[in-house]
């Protein structure tokens, strides 16, 4: 088995519960979920909860172009590109900013045609 039912879990919760994903989205590209929540999902959503809160980017981003990507494609999309504007991006990244914590709007990550 690739992963276990307790990694499973766990990434299906930070992604409907914490994220507000539909499940679709993940339906729809299963493999997000073989990536590490610790080192690769919780980071990345982390920004992207910055950049949602600051207006920076809108609510339908796909679930996949932020978890699939290549950490050099995902660092130049979403942290040196609005690095002027919020400096604490790659802070926030390295986790160095304090825990996730879920804005309060439910975000619709869903995938797109």
Not at 14 to 37: D, E, H, T
Not at 45 to 71: H, M, Y
Request: glycine share 4%; aromatic share 10%.
């Amino acid at each position: 088995m690739l992963f276990s039912e307790k990694k499973l879990t766990r990434s299906l919760d930070f992604l409907i519960n914490k994220m507000g994903c539909q499940g679709g989205a993940i339906v729809k590209c299963p493999f997000v979920l073989f990536r590490s929540l610790e080192r690769t999902i919780i980071p990345r959503c982390s920004v992207i909860q910055v950049l949602l809160k600051k207006g920076l980017i809108n609510k339908d981003w796909r679930l996949a172009s932020v978890i699939l990507a290549t950490e050099k494609c995902f660092l130049k999309r979403f942290v040196t590109k609005y690095h002027n504007i919020s400096p604490q991006l790659f802070s926030v990244y390295q986790q160095k900013v304090g825990p996730f914590k879920p804005c309060s709007a439910k975000i619709s990550m869903t995938e797109q045609p």
